[in-house]
């Protein structure tokens, strides 16, 4: 199950409290303050991990706290520092503020370690407000408390490749000949629940990861069937592949029909999703009048469509191939926050 939402609380750790002491020698009488200070909290930090590929650890914790700072102690002895607390998040996660809406950081780098709660400065011990004029100091500082917030972590799954269409459009059966993911596959609509992510291997050690999005259908971008929870997965991707069933009797969605239902719904949803390089396969060209269907599906939109069976793999390779060209093509655009752009509702920060 992919888990692609979650609310957590996170809180730095205190900073230790300063120490009131003071010197205390045999024959040295007037020793002087020697109080430390006390040590820093722990920071949390956020950082994508290609080990993790799903929220649902936060999902099932939602307190993150990282460990205070121990407190200062006599002969000027300064408090350990609390320990740093590290939350391990998949590759594509936002995370916003969720009081305010606004977005802290996007993980789209693998690694790179992100501050998202600064934890309290230590207090000051009394050694530290010794004066010529004030010897004998009483004063210390408590530590500063820690940051601490609500947090919403939103994931948008990285992929080269999504691949969209009405529910029962072969998408699943397809990934699942080009990679090793193994999808549920059923003559019934709506088989596949959640995202899918695959891996496709090629010549001359040549890759790209494909995610199969469960089955759109008319209103998804408003809600209905499952395409509004997952729309979002496909906005990161370099390139769309539309597959369209044009051989299959199961319903009577004509492949025109079918083809400008899922360009209406992109576009509605988001203007730079629909925006995005779009490969159209025509999908069970191996059923009866499958070729001739694929045909009048070219004239009908006015572009390019290449004709494929998922099940036999007629004409998969040399889709695999313009698949590959055309992410080749747009490697170099960015695909980090700079080119999401934000619901109306939330801001960057």
Known sequence: MIVDEADIYIRAGKGGDGCLSFRREKFIPKGGPDGGDGGRGGNVYAVASPNVETLL???????????????????????????????????????YDRDSDILIKDLSTIGKPVCIAQGGRGGRGNARFARPDHQTPREFEPGAAGRER????????IADVGIVGLPNAGKSTLLSRLSSARPKIADYPFTTLQPCLGIVELSQHRRFVMADIPGLIEGAHEGAGLGDAFLKHIERTRAILHVVDVGSEYGDVQPEQAYRTIRTELEKYSTHLAGKQELVAANKVDLTGGEEAASQLETAIGRGVLPISAVTGKGVGRMVERLAALVTQVKSEPVGTDELPLPPHRRQD
């Open 57 to 95: 650890d936060f999902a099932g914790r939602h307190h993150w706290i990282a460990e205070n700072g121990q407190p200062g102690q006599g002969k000027n002895k300064t408090g350990r520092g609390g320990e740093d607390l590290t939350l391990e998040l998949p590759p594509g996660t936002l995370i």
């Open 150 to 157: 609500w947090l919403h972590l939103e994931l948008k799954l």
